[in-house]
DNA sequence: CTGTTAGCGCTTTCAA
DNA sequence: TTGAAAGCGCTAACAG
């Protein structure tokens, strides 16, 4: 079928090895044959076999990203971006979609093992730290969004604490007491680290902690659905709602949007982590960038660095660091608006979209 | 470092063709040493090499899935799909993302045919149909959403014009004379197909067509936004708009936000693409519905029997059919409201979401 | 039914 | 600087 290794040899009558040395371009070959053999190569259209190369370096030229889903906007930013980054390198990315279950990451890795992968990038689930660590006796890991706690392996997480934090002082400043937290689950390194921020800034405004304004559950609309009805429903409610996840926002945009509740005129919303369309959606939501592209170019740095320096055989190329934060940022929009502080939380219906000129310049890092 | 095959036949005192006939199952070994060497197999933890298995059978348990980008809904449903059903069957899914652009296109092709994958799923961008057809000798290619005319390859399609047809007969049912339409370049198939639909939709329903209503560009928000704002500032303006697209559609609803256009109560709105947060917005956006997940599964369908086909050297699986078409579906949603035909198109500004119930039952296929 | 042998295409000793 | 030869891990004739 393809042009092989020793098709272009025979052409240029010299050996194979010659030939591997030639194309390879390891300086071991006199500088005519080394162009001659480069010529020939392109005349023929010879394309190295990779998978017989791999056999023998035991490299795949393969790095593999395994994330939980591609519903939400941050694995898609990421996916483009590692894909975008490996590309450019001669690199393939697998991509693998675990859901979010240990199961299916355990096994995914295990199969990407076999396919002897270059390198991973993974959104751990947390449940297989063990595996994580033996493989990464094997190949360079990074993880990425989420630390795996059994390991101690390089991490790249968003500035979660901060970030939190930034977005819930923003609320503050706006004349916002009673906030609303819909956070994910405790279980995750997000989740706690976004509570953790909102409870900091809280205290710094020495803002009594109300645990009913706080909720946590699963990043999906339906958990945003329900807990914004709980929020409402309660016999103070919130005059804003920090949401900490986007998918979970639609719910709480929908269950506004039944009760005919204005934002920002009747309650504030910050969201965290953006997603495309909340530019686009009226009023624009204000949010609390995490920072996806950022993190994701940066795992792919971590990771291009471990890679080359096991090829190279110098240490395990970790520098030392085992976590790096990618710095999270405020981006006002026009779902908060300022309060007046003295007045109750559910003013009258209407005040569209004006609050934008009113908010405060942004939170300084 | 891994098990090798060779140290499982050494474990088991055979040869290592016996140990390899046993573990890929081939009935050529007794029903003992069959048995035997599998659970040998398993405790030594063997794991068959792909690259070294691929290296002989020429097969990689690769298949490539190249989209244009994963912003787009229906992208990222395909990505899942594909995955989850290849996955399913223990072959990995390489993602390529080529922008829409012939060159990346091109590139990747090449990389991905060097790699050895058993399979490709592609969206063409339709100017390398030449060498799609020259590598379709090589591996089973399946096309996806788009077809490049330049080749006969199987094609799995949405049926464009049967749901653009739909949609627009659905506003014309609803009353709707003045419908304008924004579609994609007229140089994709969708964007041509598109249109058609929406034409004869017009012609059967005996309304006169109005290029002045037609506007063609890429599926982005901005052209979504310069189209709107063309058709809302007519003289005549439209009372509906069907918008050929999700991204568009994001620009649509920005202007409309903008200017205070209620939806459905001054204009309504239709859809063609399905997203996952058009559900949760208020009002819902009635959508057509390419079947995103059909078209995916269905390609996946194809390609596994073209490759099944392939390993069987039994023709080239094509079963003479070289294009397969997905039906689209209207999804009724609350963006679309019945209006009065001698009333004037805009009228007063209110009357929310209540056009539900009155929207009439959807259009038989 | 099983072992022996020969590669798949490439890299990499080891000699020359 | 080059060639010959070995071998990566596996499969697949070909004998026995």
Redesign the interface.
């Known amino acids: ?1 393809s042009v092989t290794l020793k098709d272009v040899a025979q052409a240029a009558r010299v050996s194979v090895s010659t030939a591997s040395r030639a194309l390879t371009g390891t300086g071991l070959t006199s500088e005519r044959t080394q162009q001659r053999l480069v010529r020939i190569a392109r005349e023929l259209g010879y ?6 190369r ?2 023998k370096t035991g490299q ?3 790095v593999a990203l395994l994330v939980h ?3 939400n906007a941050s694995f ?1 930013v990421m ?2 971006v590692v ?2 980054r490996l ?1 450019a390198l ?1 690199y ?6 675990g859901g979010d279950d240990p199961q299916a990451e355990s096994d ?1 890795l ?7 992968i270059d390198g991973l990038i993974v959104v751990p689930t947390g449940k297989n730290g063990a595996q994580l660590e033996t493989l990464s006796k ?1 190949v360079p890991i990074v993880c990425l969004v989420r630390r795996d706690d059994a390991t101690d392996l390089e991490t790249v997480l968003a500035d979660d604490p901060q970030g939190a934090y930034l977005g819930t002082r923003h609320l503050i400043e706006l004349g916002h007491k009673r906030i609303g937290l819909i956070v994910g689950r405790q279980d995750t390194t997000s989740g706690r680290e976004r509570l953790s921020g909102y409870v900091r800034a809280l205290r710094e405004a020495g803002i009594a902690r109300d645990d009913a304004l706080i909720h946590a559950g699963h990043y999906v ?1 339906e958990t945003g659905a329900t807990c914004a009805r709980k929020l409402l429903d309660l016999p103070r409610p919130p005059s804003a709602i920090f949401v900490a996840n986007h998918e979970a926002t ?2 709480v ?2 269950v506004t ?2 009760r005919h509740i204005a934002i920002p005129g009747d309650l504030s919303l910050l969201c965290y982590e953006d997603m ?2 909340f530019e ?3 009023p624009a939501i204000s949010i609390v960038d995490n920072g996806a592209r950022d993190l994701a170019n940066l795992a792919v740095d971590r990771l291009l660095h471990r890679m080359d320096a096991k090829g190279n055989s110098k240490g395990n190329g970790s520098d030392g660091v085992r976590e790096y934060r990618v710095g999270a940022r405020l981006i006002q929009r026009d779902s908060c608006r300022r309060i007046d502080a003295t007045a109750p939380a559910r003013s009258a219906k209407s005040k569209p979209s004006s609050s934008k000129s009113s908010a405060a310049k942004s939170a300084k890092v």
Chains 1, 2 share one sequence.
């Open positions: 079928m394309r190295p076999n990779p998978i017989a791999g056999l795949s030229r393969l889903n591609l519903t898609q996916a483009e894909q975008a590309k001669g393939q990315m697998l991509l693998c979609i995914t295990t199969t990407l093992v076999d396919h002897r094997d609309p639609l719910g945009l929908r949007a039944e495309p369309w686009w959606h009226r």
